[in-house]
């Protein structure tokens, strides 16, 4: 593995090109001399002070300037919450006759005017305030104490929309809710919260996904946009996990195209040269499949067998809805009602990897035969992985891996695996065995920054990884898994599963 010693760039560090790569001499080449091309002398701080001092103190404050800016969003939040208030409040005390709208509409005027904004995007940010200050105190509170961002906060607030507004028993729920996802919250991403989030609140909604899944997809269609320049924009509103499906049958086309592509280029410089971009190839493929349903004609003359790439699609199905299956048609909630079933898998829902909950029904599809679906079985109470679908054994690990791990292992990350490398956590030539407590999903670009000097990955029992980066800060990052698929015991779902 290639190492980029910091002592090979020298002065370079100084200059803020600390992240830049260097190409690493060949064997027995001379190493380059950086600091010393204008006759000066090396810096004498070793490498690791130099970049704790450059460094260092920026991200110190970064985090204090980050948590100041949260707190005075959550102080924002109070204050279009508080017009808010008022508004009802004069509506309420001069009678109005339209149940406030006007006196709302006045106050978004009022504070739009003075901001220099739409008072109707005035309108839509007061709810989303208020919404925030009046059903998610904790949530608030946290983002006053910069423990989250403006991002997490609408993750939470929009998955929590299905909860719905309504009576005790809602706010109670809503509170159940609140608490649980806040507390993951706290310790991974936006863009990683948003599934996890969406799970917690499908899990406390009073109406079952399956109802309103049924109808949404009433609303299926395709709809086509005009745009400038002799363009249209193709809207297909489908099922998600036909929509994932195709996405991901463009994309390793998309891949294919562009590796054979680079294969050829390589093989032959003077050849002619296919430019498109990934996005361009995944357009010519959705066109010229639904045309003529053969995607060969995308392909440059170097693409072949493109017609045989099947799309990808991870469910995760937790063991208790396998076990329902026979027992389906005599067990099934009263829908008819709305009303919450006793069985404890009701409140558990199947999810569609880097989407989130998906229907009974699709599930249940899905975990019947097609080989197109790569399923997924786990233990809803501990969180864990029993076993992945193995159509080739040979591949076990992988398989293993990829649904332990579900997206690269650098915190924050959420490069898919798909996308990713499977990395050694301690390199195989330092005798890091190849198995699954030491290997680890690893995109390309956190798969080289881990092989920079200075950073340390370890990884302990049950897939944790650690990160230490080169000012000595420690991250933990828990396997995907453990995090989505755990399942969230509260009172109304305590059961002798
Ligand atoms: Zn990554």
Not at 211 to 229: F, I, N, S
């Amino acid at each position: 593995m290639t190492h980029f010693g910091l002592a090979n760039v020298g002065g370079v560090v100084c200059n803020g090109d600390m992240f830049k790569s260097s190409p690493t001499p060949a064997s027995g080449a001379a190493a380059p001399v950086v600091a010393g091309a204008e006759g000066a002398a090396a810096p004498s701080l070793p490498p690791a002070e130099v970049y704790a001092a450059t460094v260092g103190p920026a991200i110190s404050e970064l985090v204090k300037v980050r948590a100041q800016i949260t707190a005075l969003q959550a102080r924002e939040a109070t204050l279009l919450q508080q017009c808010d208030e008022a508004a009802s409040r004069l509506a309420r005390d001069e009678g109005h006759l339209d149940h406030g709208e006007f006196a709302h509409r006045s106050v978004a005027a009022e504070i739009g005017f003075a901001l220099r904004e739409s008072d109707r995007s005035m309108v839509h940010q007061i709810a989303r305030a208020s919404t925030l200050v009046e059903h998610y105190p904790a949530v608030h509170a946290a983002l006053a104490a910069g423990e989250i961002s403006q991002g997490h906060v609408s993750v939470i607030r929009d998955a929590g929309g299905i909860l719905g507004i309504g009576d005790a028993e809602v706010d109670r729920k809503r509170a159940i809710y609140e608490q649980q996802v806040l507390e993951i919250a706290k310790t991974e991403t936006a863009g990683r919260l948003r599934a996890i989030a969406k799970g917690l609140a499908e899990a406390l909604a009073c109406r079952p996904l399956q109802d309103r899944h049924a109808e949404a997809l009433r609303g299926r269609g395709v709809v086509l946009v005009e745009q400038p320049d002799g363009m249209v924009d193709l809207v297909a509103t489908v099922s998600a996990i036909y929509g994932k499906g195709i996405m991901d049958r463009l994309d390793q086309i998309g891949w294919a195209v562009k590796n054979a592509n680079r294969n050829a280029a390589a093989a032959d410089p003077g050849g002619e040269v296919d430019e498109r971009s990934l996005n361009e190839i995944r357009a010519d493929a959705f066109v010229e499949m639904l045309l003529s349903a053969d995607p060969s004609g995308i392909a440059s003359a170097h693409g072949k067998g493109l017609a045989a790439i099947k799309a990808r699609v991870q469910v995760i199905i937790p063991e208790e809805k396998l076990r329902d299956r026979s027992a389906a048609g005599s067990a099934r909630r009263d829908s008819a009602s709305g009303s919450i079933g006793d069985k404890a898998s009701d409140h558990i829902a199947t999810e569609l990897v880097g989407y989130g909950p998906i229907d009974t029904d699709t599930s249940r599809t899905v975990a019947g035969l097609s080989p197109a679906w790569e399923r997924i079985m786990v233990s809803t109470l501990t969180g864990q992985v029993l076993s992945t679908d193995t159509y080739r054994p040979s591949a076990a690990i992988k398989r293993f891996l990829a649904a332990r791990d579900l997206r690269c292992r650098a915190p924050g990350c959420n490069v898919m695996v798909n996308r990713s490398d499977i990395d050694h956590t301690l390199d195989a030539a330092l005798g890091g065995t190849t198995s699954t407590d030491n290997l680890a999903t690893t995109c390309r670009y956190h798969h080289t920054m881990k092989h920079h000097p200075g950073w340390k990955i370890r990884q302990h029992p049950g897939g944790v990884m650690e990160w230490e980066t080169p000012l000595g800060r420690k991250y933990t990052d828990r396997p995907g898994s453990t995090v989505r698929f755990r399942r969230v015991v509260h009172a109304e779902s305590a059961d002798p599963f």
